[in-house]
T-cell receptor, first 118, second 114 residues
Framework: AQTVTQSQPEMSVQEAETVTLSCTYD???????LFWYKQPPSRQMILVIRQEAYKQQNATENRFSVNFQKAAKSFSLKISDSQLGDAAMYFCAYTPPLSSGSARQLTFGSGTQLTVLP | DTAVSQTPKYLVTQMGNDKSIKCEQNLGHDTMYWYKQDSKKFLKIMFS???????INETVPNRFSPKSPDKAHLNLHINSLELGDSAVYFC?????????????FGPGTRLLVL
């Protein structure tokens, strides 16, 4: 069974600084997808960034980038130039390929609550 | 022009009652999901439908029954509500059920069972 672990329940960062949120996962698959979702106080789940395991290049979306270490099964999220609007709960998620035989579903980590200090 | 909408946003009810939560997506997606987020913010898949067909059914009590009248709707009916059912329920959709697809989430329905 796949598991996703976020070992930092809470993090804080000063506005305009950089912060890295950790995520590790466990899988026997070689091809899969990883996501970071953001949940602000409004409770909406918003996709931040997505990474395909077969791609060596780390995904980047504006101020958000990932450090994907496949051998270590690590998928951290870096937020540069943090803004007050980045304050939210961040969830790391994993999904296997459809070909794996397991029904496609997102497995979420327990979340990291990010506070941005003015 | 909300992409994934859920009604109601809040639901407070007594133990033993039956209630429904509705979900609609206007994205033309084939696949829809229901997730439960507990008080510790842990998110877990409950059901998934692809083209109105059930493809994921996690270990969920029989009291929970999803219904998909068409591709754009996936409703969740809960019988004999229990205190432990209190949670935030999220509906989501994706273009297909391929692993590469992004899921788009609704705003959530906060259910409180008294």
């Amino acid at each position: 069974a796949q598991t996703v672990t976020q070992s930092q329940p809470e993090m804080s960062v000063q506005e305009a600084e950089t912060v890295t949120l950790s995520c590790t996962y466990d899988t026997s698959e070689s091809d899969y997808y990883l996501f970071w979702y953001k949940q602000p106080p409004s409770r909406q789940m918003i996709l931040v960034i997505r990474q395909e395991a077969y791609k060596q290049q780390n995904a980047t979306e504006n101020r958000f980038s990932v450090n994907f270490q496949k051998a270590a099964k690590s998928f951290s999220l870096k937020i540069s130039d943090s803004q007050l609007g980045d304050a939210a709960m961040y969830f790391c998620a994993y999904t296997p390929p459809l070909s794996s035989g397991s029904a496609r579903q997102l497995t979420f980590g327990s979340g990291t609550q990010l506070t941005v200090l003015p | 022009d909300t992409a994934v909408s859920q009604t109601p946003k809040y639901l407070v009810t007594q133990m033993g009652n039956d209630k429904s939560i509705k979900c609609e997506q206007n994205l033309g997606h084939d696949t829809m999901y229901w997730y439960k987020q507990d008080s510790k913010k842990f998110l877990k898949i409950m059901f998934s439908y692809n083209n109105k067909e059930l493809i994921i059914n996690e270990t969920v009590p029989n009291r929970f029954s999803p219904k998909s009248p068409d591709k754009a709707h996936l409703n969740l009916h809960i019988n004999s509500l229990e205190l432990g059912d209190s949670a935030v329920y999220f509906c989501a959709s994706s273009r297909t059920n391929l692993a590469s697809e992004t899921q788009y989430f609704g705003p959530g329905t906060r259910l409180l069972v008294l």
